[in-house]
């Protein structure tokens, strides 16, 4: 678990829901550095990964990481990552993703947290995003370093 101490707000993480292509992986390949940062986050929390699966490689890319890897569907994937985050309990998770299929859980989250990386990022996933990050690392060491959360997003 992590907890972040906000003034006037107390943010208590037990897991953290990551989209594959476009937040963790660019044309289905993971980013480098990704893989040792969700290490670290899956000693404090249980790391789920969500994706449609676009290029076929999120099973071999995550083969060897502490995840929980689901599969959502490729048309409806927004109504189905909103369903898994509000099953494992939104106000106790912190999402991470890019696209439009990404806005809804972005919205629901205790925490969303929105990568504009290499693949860009959809205007409606931006909107509903707590936290904007130029890069995937930056929003998991923004995760991994609760005084930057503090920093962020105190009033």
């Known amino acids: 678990?992590?907890?972040?101490?906000?003034?006037?707000?107390?943010?208590e993480i037990h897991q953290v829901v990551l989209d594959f292509n476009g937040t963790i992986a660019c044309d289905g390949q993971l980013l480098p550095g990704v893989a040792e940062r969700l290490q670290a986050l899956a000693n404090r929390l249980k790391v789920y990964i969500l994706t449609a699966d676009t290029f076929g490689t999120a099973a071999a890319a995550c083969r060897h990481l502490p995840v929980v890897l689901t599969k959502v569907d490729s048309w409806a994937g927004g109504p189905d990552k909103e369903r898994i985050i509000t099953e494992l309990g939104a106000q106790h998770t912190a999402a991470v993703g890019n696209?439009?299929?990404?806005?809804?859980?972005?919205?629901?989250?205790?925490?969303?947290?929105?990568?504009?990386?290499?693949?860009?990022?959809?205007?409606?996933a931006l909107q509903q995003a707590d936290v904007v990050f130029t890069s995937i690392l930056a929003a998991l060491d923004f995760l991994l370093k609760p005084q930057r959360v503090v920093a962020t997003l105190r009033p």
């Open 1 to 11: 678990m992590l907890i972040y101490e906000v003034p006037g707000r107390r943010i």
């Open 99 to 124: 696209g439009v299929n990404d806005a809804q859980m972005l919205g629901q989250a205790a925490l969303g947290l929105l990568v504009l990386g290499p693949e860009g990022a959809s205007v409606q």
